[in-house]
C-alpha cells in the first residue's frame, strides 16, 4: 500500500509497514588528539586615541553629508551602520582562542583547518609586532588563514607541522599591511 500524503490519517498501525532507520553519524576524524596546543588572544590588543575618534567621526560625518545632498538615503544608512559598527568593534576586547595541532589538522576554536586542505605555512615571528602562523589554504577564498601564537615557542610548532605539510616563506602582501595597520 503506497503512502498517501494527502490524507491526513496519523494513525501509526497503518504505518507499521515502514521500518524506521536510525541513522549513526560516527565521526572517524578525532580532533580532540591534540599533539601540542596553546592559547592566544585572537589579536593583539591595542588602543586609539582621541584624535583618532575625532577624525574618523568628522570622516564619516562628511560621507553621511555627501549622502543627504545627493539624496542618497541608503548610503547615508550604509556610513552610518559602519560607524557604529566600527565603534562597537573598538571597543570590544580580544577573546582568548585555545589552538591545537593534532594529526589531521590545526584545529583554533571551533574552525578546522584539515592538513589536506593547506598547501604550506610560514612563521611571522617579529616580536612584540607580529608572532603569527600563517596557513596556505588551496581554497581562493581565503588564501591565507593567519593564528597567532601568542607566548609559544614558533620552533617548536615548526618542527611540528612542518612533518605534515611543506614550510614555503611568505611575503606580506597588501591586505596583511592593511590588517596590521588597521589591527584586524
Known amino acids: 500500500m503506497p503512502l498517501d500524503l494527502r490524507t491526513k490519517n496519523n494513525n501509526p498501525k497503518e504505518y507499521s509497514q515502514y521500518e524506521e532507520f536510525e541513522i549513526e553519524y560516527s565521526e572517524e576524524t578525532n ?3 591534540a599533539i601540542y596546543g596553546w592559547s592566544a588572544l585572537e589579536h593583539e ?10 577624525f574618523s567621526t568628522i570622516f564619516l560625518g562628511a560621507l553621511i553629508t555627501y549622502a543627504i545632498i545627493s539624496n542618497s538615503p541608503i548610503m547615508a544608512i550604509t556610513f ?3 560607524g557604529i559598527v566600527g565603534y562597537l568593534f573598538l571597543q570590544k576586547e580580544p577573546r582568548v582562542i585555545d589552538f591545537k595541532i593534532t594529526p589531521e589538522g590545526i584545529v583554533a ?10 598547501k604550506s605555512f610560514w612563521i611571522y615571528y617579529n616580536p612584540p609586532y607580529e608572532k603569527i ?16 601564537i601568542g607566548d609559544e615557542d614558533p620552533v617548536h610548532i615548526r618542527r611540528i607541522i612542518i612533518d605534515f605539510i611543506p614550510e614555503i616563506k611568505q611575503e606580506h602582501n597588501i591586505v596583511d599591511s592593511a590588517e596590521r595597520l588597521l589591527h584586524l
Open 109 to 118: 576554536g571551533n574552525e578546522i583547518y584539515e592538513f589536506e586542505n593547506l
Open 80 to 82: 552610518i551602520l559602519i
Open 45 to 54: 590588543p591595542y588602543s586609539v586615541g582621541r584624535k583618532f575618534y575625532i
Open 31 to 33: 580532533y580532540n588528539e
Open 133 to 148: 602562523l600563517s596557513l596556505r589554504s588551496k581554497g581562493n577564498l581565503t588564501p591565507y588563514i593567519h593564528i597567532p
